[in-house]
C-alpha cells in the first residue's frame, strides 16, 4: 500500500480520482488547495480528508508520494517544496516553466534519494502497448517515419465558460489560453514518440498565436501561442512531426510509417483506441476499396474519412476498470501506480527523472517556437 496526497483540486482533479478507483494499493490520505471554496467543494464530493495547510500536507509523515495537480507555474515551487520535505513527487506537465526550472527538480530529487515523475499517464495506456508489440514485432519494418496530432479542435469557439469537472470546478479556459496549448497538450504525443523510439537528437520548432481573440473574459490579455509544429530526429533513426493547436477540427492520431507497412492510433486520448495496421502488400479492407473505386469513378473525394488499415485486436483484458469520460480516456492514475510499484522494487519508473526533463525541455521548445534545437537533456 502506497499512500498518497493531492495537492490541487482544479479541473484535472476530477480525472484523478476517477481512475484512482482502478489502484486499491494507492490509498489517499488527503487533498489540499489553496482556493479553500474549491477544497471543500472537492472533499464533499469525493468524500476525501482536507488538510488545513500545504504544510500540514507535506509534513504528513503517512504520505510517500505528492501528486501536483496545480497550475503550470506552480509546479517548480511545489515540486522543491515537496522533495525538500522528504516526498516523492508526481508531478502534471510540464516540471517547471524553464529549462532551468525543471533541471533544478531533478538535481534536487537526485540529491535527496527521491523519484520525480511527470505526466501525463496516456503513454503508459493499452493502446500504447499494443502499438510497442506490433513494432517489435516487425508487423511494418523498421519505422521511419511519424505524424504526431494533438488538435484540440477550436475550443475556444465552444461554449467553454459552462464546462465543470464532476465535483463541479470550472475549467480554467482563460488560463490555458494563456499557457498555451503546446504546454498543456504537447506532452500528450510526446510521451508516445519518446516511450516508442527514444530521446530526439535534434528539432525545428516554430509557433504563433493565429487567434488572439479567444472570447469573453479574455480581452486586454496575453494569450500564449495556439499553434505550434516540431520536426523531431531522434537518435533512434526516425523522423516525427508533431502539431498542437486550438482551431483545426479535432485530431489526436499517430501515424507510423515503416519499410514494410503502417500504423495508426486513432485517439491518443483514448487508452485503448483502435490501432489499425496496413502492410503495403497486403489487400485494403473492402469498405476502403469501394471507396477508393467510387471516388475514382466520381472523380471526387468523398465526404467521410476511413482509417487507413485494419483495426488489430487487443489479445489481453483492459488494465483499467474506470477512465475520464470522453474524450479524455486516460487512466490518468495509472502513472501514479507505476511509480508506486517503481518505488517499492527499487527502480526507476519510466517517466521519471531525466526522461521527464526530457518531455519537459521538448514541450517548452516547441511551445517558444526556437527554430533548430539539440535537447540539453539525455537519457
Not at 520536426?231 to 485530431?251: E, H, I, K, N, Y
Not at 480516456?329 to 517499492?344: H, K, L, P, S, Y
Request: hydrophobic share 40%; glycine share 10%.
Amino acid at each position: 500500500m502506497t499512500t498518497i496526497a493531492l495537492v490541487g483540486t482544479g479541473f484535472v482533479a476530477d480525472y484523478y480520482m476517477t481512475t484512482l478507483a482502478n489502484y486499491p494499493e494507492l490509498r489517499l490520505a488527503g487533498v489540499w488547495d489553496r482556493d479553500a471554496g474549491r477544497l471543500g467543494q472537492f472533499c464533499r464530493f469525493h468524500d476525501a480528508r482536507a488538510y488545513g495547510s500545504l504544510e500540514e500536507c507535506l509534513d504528513d509523515p503517512e504520505v510517500s508520494i505528492v501528486v501536483n495537480l496545480t497550475s503550470p507555474e506552480s509546479h517548480f515551487a511545489l515540486n522543491c517544496k515537496a522533495l525538500n520535505a522528504g516526498k516523492h513527487v508526481y508531478c502534471e506537465k510540464p516540471l517547471g516553466m524553464s529549462y532551468d526550472e525543471a533541471s533544478e527538480v531533478v538535481a534536487l530529487a537526485e540529491r535527496k534519494g527521491l523519484t520525480i515523475c511527470g505526466a501525463p499517464a496516456n503513454g503508459l495506456s493499452d493502446a500504447q502497448a499494443l502499438t510497442a508489440e506490433l513494432i517489435a514485432g516487425g508487423r511494418i519494418g523498421a519505422p521511419r517515419l511519424a505524424y504526431a496530432e494533438m488538435e484540440d479542435g477550436p475550443v475556444f469557439k465552444d461554449n467553454w465558460p459552462t464546462w465543470r469537472s464532476r465535483s463541479g470546478a470550472k475549467w480554467p479556459g482563460v488560463h490555458e489560453f494563456e499557457i498555451g496549448c503546446t504546454l498543456e497538450h504537447a506532452g500528450y504525443g510526446l510521451s508516445w514518440l519518446v516511450a516508442l523510439f527514444g530521446a530526439v537528437e535534434s528539432g525545428q520548432a516554430f509557433s504563433a498565436l493565429t487567434f488572439p481573440d479567444k472570447g469573453p473574459g479574455t480581452g486586454g490579455l496575453a494569450m500564449a501561442p495556439d499553434f505550434s509544429v516540431g520536426c523531431l530526429s531522434f537518435r533512434s533513426g526516425v523522423t516525427a512531426r508533431l502539431t498542437c493547436g486550438l482551431a483545426a477540427p479535432r485530431d489526436r492520431s499517430l501515424t507510423i510509417v515503416g519499410d514494410e507497412g503502417t500504423l495508426v492510433v486513432r485517439d491518443l486520448w483514448d487508452d485503448r483506441s483502435p490501432v489499425h495496421l496496413s502492410r503495403f502488400e497486403g489487400r485494403r479492407p473492402l469498405l476502403q476499396r469501394l471507396a477508393g473505386r467510387i471516388e475514382r469513378r466520381r472523380g471526387r473525394v468523398l465526404p467521410l474519412r476511413l482509417t487507413h488499415g485494419r483495426a488489430v485486436a487487443y489479445l489481453a483484458p483492459p488494465k483499467a476498470g474506470k477512465l475520464a469520460s470522453f474524450p479524455s480516456q486516460i487512466d490518468f492514475a495509472r502513472g501514479i501506480a507505476v511509480m508506486a510499484d517503481a518505488i517499492a522494487a527499487g527502480e526507476a519508473p519510466f517517466f521519471s527523472g531525466t526522461r521527464a526533463l526530457h518531455l519537459t525541455e521538448l514541450a517548452l521548445a516547441l511551445n517558444a517556437g526556437v527554430g533548430r534545437f539539440t535537447p540539453r537533456s539525455v537519457f
